[in-house]
Nanobody
Framework: QVQLVESGGGLVQAGGSLRLSCVVSGKIGSINAMGWYRQAPGKKRELVAAMPVGSTMRGRPNYADSVKGRFTISRDNANNTVYLQMDSLKPEDTAVYYC???????????WGQGTQVTVSS
């Protein structure tokens, strides 16, 4: 099992920044990819950013078109933490943000509890 705990959400004015953190615990070695998703009221959950992890995984992070150039996903292996740096925030970025982890063999998916991000205009 893998446990994910997010933090860092809050209220910010448009143009501001926030950094979300996701602390990972449990069977960390089984994880192949980490990502951030978000879900706004009345909308489907959508991918924001994702990156491959693990010693055998290579590749660049990928981002939703709506956040490219503004958001950055990164990880701190020493602290088992994945971050989402969010700059130039817009009101349309308002949503609950969820940390996600995937293991491929066998396939398993894990979610954090979510953290609210609210951007005021």
């Amino acid at each position: 099992q893998v446990q994910l705990v997010e933090s860092g959400g809050g209220l910010v004015q448009a143009g501001g920044s926030l950094r979300l953190s996701c602390v990972v615990s449990g069977k960390i070695g089984s994880i192949n990819a980490m990502g951030w998703y978000r879900q706004a009221p009345g909308k489907k959950r959508e991918l924001v950013a994702a990156m491959p992890v693990g010693s055998t995984m290579r590749g660049r992070p990928n981002y939703a078109d709506s956040v490219k150039g503004r958001f950055t996903i990164s990880r701190d292996n020493a602290n088992n933490t994945v971050y989402l740096q969010m700059d130039s925030l817009k009101p349309e970025d308002t949503a609950v943000y969820y940390c996600n982890a995937e293991a491929y063999r066998p396939y398993q998916e894990y979610w954090g509890q979510g953290t609210q991000v609210t951007v005021s205009s």
